[in-house]
């Protein structure tokens, strides 16, 4: 896998030429997964030598890779693609550490122009093979099902959609200011993921916490859908704040009975386990759905 400080570093070196090449490839990544040579001289209205010359930097770098019948875009020319974007924007000057790898993303963190401190999440989904068979199936339904390029663009559109849709509600979310391909710039949060946490002061109010988050996010008819003690962060003023939404489903979703209770199994669970605390599920499912 491509590493984004390389890929950062790539940024740098390229040169107009071959953003223009590349840029090609990106706007085919919805009807092409590979683009012939006919394909990439006519669509990027340059000279074939210059063309070539293009692709063959692109290979170099490998942003791309060659295949019998044309060339396909790789994982780091997206990424690549992605953060040119995001610094033409204005929206980063450039990254750093990285802040987190899961099992579908990597997040990196980043510096804005006005010197603040941001997380990148790129989405990574298929970098492992999964037997995650929910997800599988979900996907099955998707006619791009091996284009995960094109999965990976959509998977960051519904996350930014549902993070912008619950900013604008009372929750504790990480401000999201950007979407670029398959990437998006949010705050960067300075806190611990409570998996890591090894002692609380009050395991009892922190649940509370969590539970309230819950709430909000209900009360706008939005469930989590994979919360466990990985995707909620205690940060530095003591607040709660859930991560990772990319696979959260409205009130009218078939499961969605399903998932939060699921939900809430998993928060409880996760503070019966760790801190001993007796907390009566059912009573917590039913002040959250009668509404
Ligand atoms: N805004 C943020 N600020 C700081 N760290 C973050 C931020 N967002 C994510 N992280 C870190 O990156 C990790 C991965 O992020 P996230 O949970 O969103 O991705 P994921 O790949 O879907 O994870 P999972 O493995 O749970 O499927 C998090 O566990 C967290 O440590
Ligand atoms: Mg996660």
């Not at 780091?76 to 974007?85: E, H, R």
């Not at 790129?122 to 099955?140: A, M, P, Q, V």
């Not at 998006?184 to 949060?189: S, T, W």
């Amino acid at each position: 896998m491509p590493s984004l400080k390389d890929s950062a570093r790539v940024v740098k070196q390229l040169e107009t030429l071959e953003y223009r090449v590349l840029k090609v490839f990106v706007s085919s990544i919805k009807h092409h997964e590979i683009i012939n040579n006919h394909n990439i001289l006519s669509y990027s209205n340059l000279h074939k030598d210059r063309v070539e010359y293009a692709l063959e930097n692109l290979l170099k770098l490998k942003l791309i890779f060659k295949t019998e019948k044309g060339f396909k875009l790789l994982t780091a020319g997206l990424d690549v693609f992605a953060l040119k974007l995001l610094v033409e924007s204005g929206i980063i000057i450039g990254i750093g550490n990285s802040l987190g790898i899961g099992k579908e993303s990597d997040v990196v963190e980043a510096i804005s122009e006005i010197h603040q401190r941001r997380a990148v999440k790129f989405f990574r989904i298929g970098r492992i093979s999964f037997t995650d068979t929910k997800r599988k199936r979900s996907l099955e339904k998707n006619k791009n099902v091996n284009n995960w390029l094109l999965i990976n663009i959509e998977a960051a559109k519904r996350e930014y959609d549902f993070l912008i849709k619950l900013k604008s509600t009372k929750m504790n979310i990480a401000t999201p200011y950007f979407r670029s391909m398959h990437s998006i710039v949010m705050d960067r949060i300075n806190g611990l993921r409570l998996i890591e946490i090894r002692n609380l002061h009050n395991p009892k109010e922190i649940f509370y916490k969590v539970f309230e988050q819950i709430r909000l996010a209900y009360n706008e008819n939005i469930i989590n859908g994979d919360l466990s003690e990985y995707n909620i962060l205690l940060d530095e003023n003591n607040d709660i704040l859930i991560i990772d939404w990319p696979q959260a489903v409205t009130l009218d979703h078939p499961n969605a009975e399903f998932l939060i209770r699921r939900d809430l199994h998993n928060v409880i669970r996760y503070f019966r386990r760790k801190f001993d605390l007796s907390i009566d599920e059912d009573l917590y499912y039913n002040s959250l759905v009668k509404k």
